[in-house]
């Protein structure tokens, strides 16, 4: 005979079960919720860079922010980041292999994980002291948009001088926000979005129709900020040859392969009549001291198109090794010389090499030679016409590109070499960084490299000329000169130091809420 169970003894079974599972299920959305935030703001960038996706994937990034648990929250950061920096620079692996990738995805996970620790317990501790439709709406956007820039500063300069790539920035040199750029420059511009985004978290938090007044207003003031006049001094008639040559760290081709492939691209600028002949980073892989030959046939190149020939090579003074660009004018030899600023950890330098060669024994035999820093000036002259230089990696640094424009330069070169990233969007996200420069900065930007992306770039970041990637081919193009500062030169440092304040501010917030009451620690959002 079965005996009926009561209703009234099922149901404490069932909610118990349910207030047991849901934690679990909570975790998982806020999991799920990181990971598709990173994702989708990796299509921001190239190879889809589709610009509203980074509004929402950061927002959806912040989203996870707010979280109940602290371990919940941290844990959607680590998703976010993890998926958006593993899909973002995937194009590492075809360098190293898999393990220089996972480990710089690590530590960007870790350094991410810990500014969201801060923001968290900041923003939690901002709200409970003061709270209010103004602290929501706007302190704490503010707040988290600075926070984000800190981030960016902190990870993009340390450690071994840090990885400046991925800032939100570079993914709107399509939208509407790309005029914001030489006004508040790249750190700036970010803020912006992550203030954006933010806004439209706290909004769907609140539930409230009005309380998105804030963040239209916002999107108002943002959208109505003008393009800067640049003052236009001139052009340069720029030619610029991409060899498409097998030029990675690990080619075993003959000397002298490189020079040649880019010596065939560029006959066809052969009388030209140019200003100045862009080939790219490493594009002259002989001693160009020692070949007599060599020096005959840049004498020849410069002669035929009436120009100068800004090049790469490697340099040697003493037992110091330089990544250089060098101008080569006919009949006098090289007249002047860039010596790479910051040469790349991993692969153009081995850091601590005593304590990597411990750790990781089949390191050194894979760079072998540690590139010196430069000392030199960024800026050289050609004609009369200062140039600003950065060598490839080099575009990345806020600190290099404010240099050029401060010694004067009036058009920046970037000769880069992307072969070791075969095709991935290592080169087009390159590209994409230039193309903010050029706003950034108000000035011309050729980006020449020996695989592509090439292109040589107007001040407001459009494509005078390009040149198909993995082709040996040529370009020319009239590139207007300025001399126009930006306000973003003088701007964007501060948004840099305030970030980082403010991430001091937030932590400092939290500690103070922490010791005051061990019960804030598991504080709820409400």
């Known amino acids: 005979m079965t005996i009926p169970v009561p209703l009234e003894a099922v ?14 299920y909570a975790f998982l959305r806020t999991l799920a919720l990181g990971a598709l935030g990173g994702s989708l703001t990796t299509l921001a960038f190239p190879p889809v860079g589709s610009w509203p996706f980074a509004l929402v994937g950061v927002a959806l990034q912040v989203c996870v922010l707010t979280a109940p648990r ?40 870790l350094m991410s994980v810990g500014a969201a620790a801060i923001m968290i317990s900041g923003w939690r501790t901002i709200e409970e002291w003061i709270p209010g439709d103004v602290t929501r709406m706007v ?57 954006m985004s933010t806004m439209a978290v706290q909004v769907a938090r609140s539930r409230r129709l009005g309380s998105a007044s804030a963040p239209l207003v916002l999107l108002v003031v943002l959208l109505a900020v003008p393009s800067f006049s640049f003052n236009e001094t ?19 081709s003959a000397p002298g392969r490189i020079f040649a492939d880019h010596v065939r691209a560029t006959q066809s600028l052969y009388d030209e009549d140019l ?35 800004l090049f790469g090579t490697l340099t040697v003074d003493d037992d110091q090794v330089f990544n250089s660009a060098l101008v080569w004018r006919a009949g006098v030899g ?44 960024a800026t050289v002259q050609v004609n009369g016409v200062p140039i600003g230089l950065a060598l490839c990696f080099d575009i990345v640094s806020d600190q290099l590109v404010r240099e050029t424009i401060a010694t004067g330069a009036e058009i920046l070169i970037v000769p880069s070499n992307n072969a070791d990233f075969g095709d991935s969007a290592q080169g087009e996200q390159q590209l994409s960084i230039a193309r903010a420069r050029a706003m ?7 980006n020449v490299s ?30 207007p000169l300025s001399d126009s500062v930006t306000p973003a030169m003088a701007v964007a440092p501060w948004f840099d130091r305030i970030g980082v304040g403010v991430l001091v501010l937030l932590f400092a917030a939290g500690a103070v809420a922490g010791l005051s009451s061990k019960s804030s620690a598991g504080a709820r959002f409400r």
């Open 11 to 24: 149901r404490p079974r069932h909610a118990k079960l349910a207030r047991r599972r849901a934690p679990r």
């Open 275 to 309: 200003d100045l002949l862009v080939w790219p980073e490493n594009s002259v892989d002989v001693d160009v001291a020692r070949t007599a030959e060599v020096q005959a046939t840049l004498d020849g190149i410069a002669d035929r198109v009436s120009a100068p020939i």
């Open 334 to 377: 090289v007249v002047e010389q860039y010596d790479k600023r910051y040469p790349v950890p991993f692969a153009e330098y081995l850091p601590d090499r005593a304590a990597w060669s411990s750790l990781l024994p089949f390191v050194p035999s894979l760079i072998p030679v540690d590139m010196t820093p430069g000392t030199t000036a």
């Open 139 to 195: 302190v704490v956007p503010v707040l988290v948009g600075a926070a984000w820039v800190g981030r960016d500063f902190v990870t993009g300069n340390w450690p071994y001088g840090g990885f400046a790539w991925g800032r939100i920035a570079y993914s709107q040199v399509d939208g509407p926000l790309r005029d914001l750029l030489p006004w508040v420059g790249v750190a700036g511009t970010t803020f912006a979005v992550v203030i």
């Open 440 to 446: 950034e900065t108000a000035r011309s930007v050729a």
């Open 70 to 109: 602290m371990t919940h929250a941290l844990a959607g950061a680590a998703a976010g980041a993890a998926c958006f920096w593993g899909i973002h620079i995937v194009w590492l692996t075809t360098y190293l292999g898999p393990a220089p990738w996972a480990a710089l995805v690590a530590l960007q996970v």
């Open 450 to 479: 020996t695989v592509g992306s090439s292109a040589i770039i107007g001040p407001d970041g459009a494509e005078i000329a390009t040149m198909a990637p993995f082709t040996s081919s040529a370009m020319v193009a009239e590139a």
């Open 234 to 252: 001139g052009s340069m008639r720029l030619g610029a040859a991409q060899g498409n040559s097998d030029a990675g760290i690990f080619n075993a």
